[in-house]
């Protein structure tokens, strides 16, 4: 059933991704030109010719921006990142680690999803970005740069927003495979429990953290790999042999020194100026919401048994966001403003810096050896967004697609060591 959502707040400038709209403009090219709007009304097999015709243009325009994008990652490497081509045409577009296999990764998809077969639906949003994912999980998986390292955000990717990992849930078999092929898997969440023993955290993950300790397959070394990073970039946890559970890692062995700098009573300012925004807004909007304080984030979450909708989430965001960054404390100290789906926060620190505090602590993995998986990639109030930043990256739409992203990366690590 189409939501009031997608039909009207997808279209909203803040929610779109510039890269994905420019090529699902370029591929509605083909589509007009082999489009039949009286196809039905013939025999449907009868648009064979049209199909083929349809795919061999689609791939032939992915060709293209394959190009442009090794035109970009050579005029980086050069340092002449203003001549690259394919910036002049998508100014936001960001860094790219790899290069990314687009014709190939379209036929992948065009046989899952009858892409080039449709007369009457263009190729969409969707279908473009599992383009994307495929492309990026073909190249990532080459042994030219073995991957080392799967981040992953919690809510939506790895499990329905506001649970937990149980013990019976379909990513966690894919997570073992993953570790069984000596990559590390980070989960990297908002979620900020500052409690040292790591309850919480324990709780929300129990059905990986039990099965990484009941495996027989996962060596010691392999066990160590899971790790998991919350608030943002904030506590850092590790699954212990030893101890068969998480165990909080000292902030001191991992921190990056551009955080280091940050003046403690500096972050509690800038947690003090959310807290007065929010409040304002909560008040302001007469929002069905309470502001919560934590150690290292700011939030509105809902009274129990009422919510909020989208898009006075996504004023509150965008407002938190205006002010904070127009403010000097907002240019001294990092920080993330999202919406969560049912309530907004504002974390110190982001999953940029996350990324790259895993990668670091963890021997200095390279951000082409490194795949982040999350649902929130959107150019604002997306808290996945920055990751973009520190490493190659899939976009999922529900854990589902995070298990199917998952395998097919497995088998493409499988296939290049055959």
């Known amino acids: 059933m189409t939501t009031k959502y997608r039909v009207e707040y997808a279209l909203k400038s803040h929610r779109r991704d510039a890269l994905i709209e420019w090529i699902k403009g370029l591929l509605a090219v083909p589509f007009v030109l082999h489009s039949e709007p009286a196809a039905y009304i013939k025999e449907v097999g009868s648009w064979e010719d049209a199909a083929n015709a349809a795919r061999r243009q689609y791939a032939a325009i992915l060709a293209d921006v394959e190009d442009m994008i090794e035109d970009q990652i050579m005029n980086d490497t050069k340092g002449t990142p203003h001549m690259a081509k394919i910036r002049h045409l998508v100014p ?70 506001g649970k937990s990992l149980t013990a019976d849930s379909k990513v966690v078999p894919v997570l073992l495979e993953l570790l069984k092929r000596d990559v590390a898997v980070g989960i990297v969440t908002a979620a900020g429990y500052s409690d040292t023993s790591g309850t919480r955290y324990k709780e929300r993950l129990e059905g990986i953290i039990l099965a990484v300790r009941d495996s ?100 509150v965001v965008l407002g938190a966001q205006r002010r904070l960054e127009s403010s000097e404390i907002g240019r001294k100290i990092q920080f993330c403003a999202f919406n969560g789906g049912s309530d907004v926060w504002v974390d110190i620190g982001d999953k940029r810096l996350g990324v790259i505090s895993l990668q670091r602590y963890l021997g200095g993995i390279l951000g082409s050896q490194t795949l982040h998986v999350g649902d929130q990639f959107a150019s604002i109030g997306a808290n996945d967004f920055k990751a973009r930043l520190a490493a190659c990256t899939a976009w999922v739409a529900d854990p589902s697609e995070t298990v199917e992203t998952l395998q097919e990366l497995c088998e493409y690590i499988d296939r290049r060591k055959e």
């Open 216 to 315: 027989e397959i996962l060596t010691d070394e392999q066990k160590r790999r899971l790790l998991v990073m919350g608030g943002e970039s904030n506590f850092l946890f590790r699954y212990s042999v030893t101890e068969q559970t998480l165990v909080y890692v000292d902030q001191e062995e991992w921190i990056l020194p551009e955080m280091k700098q940050w003046d403690e009573a500096d972050i509690q300012n800038l947690l003090d100026l959310a807290e007065e925004v929010l409040t304002s807004c909560r008040k302001v909007m007469n929002l069905s919401g309470q502001v919560v304080r934590k150690e290292r984030a700011v939030g509105i979450v809902p009274l129990p048994e009422k919510g909020m909708i989208r898009e006075d989430l996504e004023e």
């Open 92 to 161: 936001s577009v960001g860094t790219f680690f790899t290069h990314l296999p687009l014709e190939e990764a379209f036929y992948v998809q065009d046989a899952k999803r009858s892409i080039s077969q449709r007369r009457l639906v263009s190729p969409s949003f969707n279908d473009v970005r599992l383009i994307l994912n495929s492309a990026q999980l073909m190249s990532i998986a080459s042994d030219s740069q073995p991957l080392k390292l799967v981040t992953l955000d919690g809510d939506v990717t790895l499990y329905e927003d």
